[in-house]
């Protein structure tokens, strides 16, 4: 079986991208939506979490407030840093322990927007990346959340160069038109058959 890296910049479609595998059979771990999990479930990474931030980051049911957070790490990268160095591990953990029940399968997909800003890229054995036209990506972000254009440039140019993603990238899948599914369909022929050898 083969572990697949999906990645993307903000707004370019990765989450469609995503779905879209779904549909054709193809397992996908969503990493955004599997930390949040971790960060309100995983013993250890609670307990790292409240020792680094206090337990006043969770609530008193227990879950993460995810808004306090976002306000503590938007104003301290360390912060960022420091909660990137408990989650992603326990992430990139509950993966794997995730893959073994498609070990029959040709292929996985992780989905994650920090596959090549983490060098996590290293560790797939093929890389897709989502691409389409920035005024497109700032479009569908503003149609989607509460964020001004200014903000949304502010967290491309936080982001790496689409040029870098798809330089490091094996696969391309342009979202820029309806399209998706040809390009999909080919992509997921390619890694079958890689997965055969």
């Known amino acids: 079986m083969l572990k697949i890296g999906l990645t993307g910049g903000i707004g370019s ?6 779905k ?25 990474v609670r307990r790292l979490l409240i020792s680094r931030f206090g337990s006043e980051i969770y609530d008193a049911h227990s879950n993460l407030k995810r808004k306090l957070l976002a306000e503590i790490v938007f104003n301290d990268r360390n912060s960022l840093l420091d909660i990137n160095a408990i989650v992603h591990p326990a992430v990139r953990s509950d993966f794997n322990k ?10 996985v997909i992780q989905e994650s927007a920090i596959l090549f800003d983490s ?18 990506r700032i ?19 936080n982001q790496l160069p689409e040029s870098v993603r798809i330089e490091k990238a094996n696969f391309v899948i342009y979202n820029n038109t309806d399209l998706l599914f ?12 890689l997965a055969k050898r």
């Open 139 to 157: 479009q569908r972000v503003l149609a989607r959340d509460a964020s001004t254009r200014e903000q949304i440039i502010g967290r491309m140019r």
């Open 13 to 18: 479609g990765k989450s469609i991208v995503a």
């Open 119 to 136: 060098d996590l890229y290293r560790s797939f054995d093929q890389v897709i990346t989502v691409s389409a036209d920035q005024e497109l």
């Open 20 to 44: 879209a595998f779904g549909i054709i059979g193809v397992p996908v771990y969503v990493s955004d939506v599997e930390a949040k999990r971790l960060m309100n479930s995983d013993p250890e």
């Open 98 to 107: 995730w893959c073994e029940q498609f070990a029959h399968l040709p292929y």
């Open 182 to 193: 040809p390009q999909i369909n080919l992509i997921d022929k390619k890694i079958k058959a």
